[in-house]
């Protein structure tokens, strides 16, 4: 089985410049835990409730020291201060393509530690794997 067999074609989405208050009623309304965002076609990245509810979490236990700051805690200040999706979604999003088999989403979905799969083509958004 492949997963353009057991996608969904039709994909809620946001642009990057939805606000977060926006994102958050889209997944209620939907009741979905994440959506992809969007532009012109292409996956720019995925946004979740996580990532909705990271930056609701206190700072002060951001700052781990000099080495974890220039790794990655940059990216975590960003998704503190974010009020738009391009700046707390997650990225770059894990894709797939639609001819890959389904042991391959799953694979990913474990490995990679997420919940979605958008499924591109060509470099489109042709569906999503959750």
Known sequence: MRVKDVMTAVVVTVAP????????ALLV???ISGVPVVQ?????GVISERDILF????????????LAWLMDEGDL???ID??????AMTRPAVTIGPSRGVADAA?????????????????????IVT
């Open 82 to 87: 974010a009020r738009r999706a391009g700046e």
């Open 17 to 24: 410049d939805t606000e977060l208050r926006d994102v958050a």
């Open 40 to 44: 012109e076609g292409r996956v720019l």
């Open 107 to 127: 694979t990913m979905m474990l490995d990679d530690g997420v919940s979605r799969l958008p499924v591109v083509d060509g470099g489109r958004l042709v569906g």
């Open 29 to 31: 309304r939907h009741r």
């Open 55 to 66: 930056k609701e979490r206190p700072s002060s236990g951001l700052h781990r020291g000099v």
């Open 77 to 79: 200040m960003l998704k």
